[in-house]
């Protein structure tokens, strides 16, 4: 039995608030099964990658781009924005962050990655104008073991419906802080942790890397501004530069502290506010971006309970990234 | 650096309802770092596992068996209970439930499996008199996909001292469910399901095995008594039965259906009701038994937003799984 092609539905149940996606598409192969599947062999610069300079009619027409020289859909481009091939949901964008195939971002020259976090931003901004969707959610997939389908280094910009669940619950949180301390609750928290400085691993003049008190995975990181700041579309360039420095060590520390032979494998995402103006989201809430990388698996206990096992204590992360550094 | 043994730690942050355990252990050397890190190579039976016949000696001491013959600690047992040598928590055990090192459940036949079952409640029953227990969780992870770190059969069951938030956000929805209608969620679902069956996979006198309408995963199948019942603990003899017959009908279904060559990988865990008796909780409730086949991983949509895409719909997966009985 085949599906034919149609538009990814969304759906909840009653006994959770969790929800889920079915993404269209053929289904009668058992490799079709498979969420996310990998290509049977590793993929080689230029044969296979679409994200490759000189394959850019193997993707949709570019959205965005930041090129030097040439005509759009064609080489010479140092980001490349393309919708999705394979979406899920209507809005979904692949930001390509190199021509270079098998970069990782914190190789990259620190300006280049500054104007990648530019391009996060403007799409982030240029995609929450679509009335239709209540929440941009920007994320990356590096390494099979965090579940990335290709090689070539590229995020992934996703327009949703609705506020997703794990934001509703940050949203929620922060409220409840905020109603009985009149102060946002990662201001405060940052207060503490820069006086005490045991969790932070790196910060400069607008931004800190810090492993949370109850991180969930062994080495992460979590990224946000000094400043008081709900929103991700209104980072200024002084912070775009100051976030693409964090997002450079944070990278580069935990790539040195990981267990060889193990692939290197993290995922990152944003959490940002919703697309529609709140104020009692912009005094309660604080973007910031989670570094979570790929060790270990998932098990029954996590699946089970939403308890998290982790062997590192955050306090000895911190100390080992910051050595590393 | 070296952390010394000590007490298991959980931890809540601010910003979320999720928990953290901290697992006490010697972190020293960077094979400490991974969670559930597996061993290097593939063990072979009575080489180098503790689960076998003849090495009783390397677990602590059993906690409850089912022995036909022999003494304690030695061969002759069916099904074994000892306490884990590396526990999350201070009380968590593991059910090793067969001799067999290289069977799964669904190859047992049909009365061990029962047997299986049976020591499930008892050992639940029986943390739960203790009184540190708010809730006693029950899981299960087959294969190196599912975060297994020894291929003998085994489940883990570990006594909790708060309420996981997994299980909160369930009560939550059930009693906010049973205040509007005046009945259990499942009861009323199941009575749907049922009565259009598309997502029923298999049923006997007692229990059902069903995809649920917003399954996560594919091929994801839950296990529900029929008749209401929110406490595992009041399981009876035929219940016991009807529930083997269903665990063996939906892990063997799975296992036909699975995308070879990938490594059949599962996890499945007991939702039931907290420890401590509660009116609310009895009437809303509803004990099921969730099987997660692990065919992909998380990636960052999952991780940053609590959305999951799942390529297979569940009605595809019911079709494909009664196909496969």
Redesign the interface.
Known sequence: ?E?QESSP?L?????????????P?R?GR????????QPEEGEEPGRGCPFCPGHEEETPPEVWALRPEGDANTPGWQIRVVPNKYP?GEAHELIVETPQHGADLPDLPLEHLGDVVEAYRERLTALSEDERWE?V?????HG?????TRIHPHS?M?G?PLV????E??LR??RR?YDRERRC??C??LAEELARGERVVFRNGEMVVWS????????ECWILPLSHAADFRALAPSQAEALAEALQKALAAVRR?W??P?PFAY?????TAPTRPDPSVERAYHWHL?V?PR???????E???????????PE?AA?KLRAAL
């Not at 959610?137 to 997939?141: E, G, I, P, R």
């Not at 099979?144 to 990335?148: E, I």
């Not at 997703?164 to 934001?167: A, G």
């Not at 995922?267 to 959490?271: E, G, P, V």
């Open positions: 039995m599906r539905e759906r909840q149940d009653l006994f959770t608030e969790r929800a889920v996606w079915y993404i598409g289904i058992p490799s079709d099964w498979v969420p996310r599947a899920i929440y959610s920007l994320f990356k997939n099979r073991g965090a579940g990335a992934q996703v949703l997703p669940p794990l934001i619950e940050e949180c922060a802080f609750p990662y405060h928290t949370p008190y109850a991180a969930r995975m062994s080495f502290v267990p060889s193990r995922n990152f995402y944003l959490h989670e979570l060790l270990g698996r998932l098990a029954g206990l699946w089970g309970t939403g308890l998290y096992a982790n062997p590192v204590p000895v100390e």
